[in-house]
Structure formats: structure tokens, C-alpha cells
């Protein structure tokens, strides 16, 4: 069966995903650690859509979706650490590519990452995105000031 995505809002499961500990401290900025220590974080339904991540019928991660414009989102992967290395984000990335294109309008996916998480620029780019640009010192990544790289591709919809 493979890889599925369901749009959800059951948000015990995205903030059950989310907030495994070695995930969230793997994933996420300073900003929102920080805020989880104090007790602050929010998971941000106000801007924020999530599908749900399915593997042989099994929660395996979250994807956090916003628009940047009305055809181009921004997307945040969120796998459980036990799919790390598997070659999972491949599978993940082709769903994503084909829920987009069945369910939306949307032409472009972006992936923002700071600078210092080469894995991350890695995989992107293994997927198809190109570098489209750096914002300097945009974000605090382990606490120093890191560039934040903005990586894209465009959803084949000729299919």
C-alpha cells in the first residue's frame, strides 16, 4: 500500500507526532523550543493546514502546509524519527506532489530550512527543488543566527 496523505484536523494526533521529543528538537527553531519549555508553544491552526502522513495504514509523520500566495505553499515535513534514513521522505515527497495536484490548485511547493541543515538542502534537492533564494540571518538555529535557504519545485500537472 505505501504511502498515503489525509487532510486532517485531529490535532491530538499532529501535536502527538509534532511533539516527539527527538523530533521537535530535531525540527523545529530556537523560537518555538523555546516557547515549548514555557509552556507557550502553539501549533498554529490559524495559519497552518496539516495532512496526515500514512504508511501501510500508520501514522508516520505530519506535513505542515501554509500559502505564500494563492498557487504556492510553504511545507514543513514532520516524520518520526524511526523513518529517518529509510528513504520514506522520497515516498512522501511523490504523495505530496499528487495530493497537491488533486486536490488544489496549487503549482509550487517551497521548503524553507536553515542554512545549517544539510541534510535537509540534501534530500531537496535529491527530490527535484532548486535553491531559489537566502534570507540572511533570518532565523536563530542552535543559538546562532542562521541564513534561511528557500528551496522550490513546480507540481507536474501535465498528467
Known amino acids: 500500500m505505501g504511502i498515503t ?16 521529543k527527538d523530533l521537535f528538537y530535531a525540527s523545529m527553531t ?61 515516498e512522501v515527497d511523490q504523495a505530496l506532489q499528487e495530493w497537491f495536484k488533486e486536490n488544489t490548485r496549487i503549482h509550487k511547493v517551497c521548503i524553507q530550512t536553515p542554512q545549517a541543515c544539510t541534510h535537509v538542502i540534501k534530500a531537496a534537492l535529491r527530490e527535484g527543488y532548486q535553491l531559489e533564494g537566502c534570507l540572511t540571518g533570518a532565523t536563530y538555529w542552535r543559538g546562532k543566527i542562521e541564513n534561511l535557504m528557500l528551496l522550490a519545485k513546480f507540481i507536474d500537472r501535465r498528467s
Open 30 to 90: 530556537d523560537e518555538d523550543i523555546q516557547l515549548l519549555e514555557e509552556n507557550k508553544w502553539d501549533i498554529g491552526t490559524e495559519r497552518w493546514r496539516f495532512l496526515k502522513v500514512l504508511k501501510d495504514n500508520t501514522p508516520i509523520g505530519i506535513l505542515r502546509w501554509q500559502f505564500y500566495t494563492l498557487v504556492a505553499v510553504d511545507v514543513h515535513y514532520h516524520i518520526l524519527p524511526q523513518y529517518w534514513g529509510t528513504g520514506v521522505s522520497h
Open 5 to 20: 496523505l489525509q487532510e486532517t484536523k485531529d490535532l491530538i494526533l499532529v501535536k502527538e507526532i509534532m511533539l516527539n
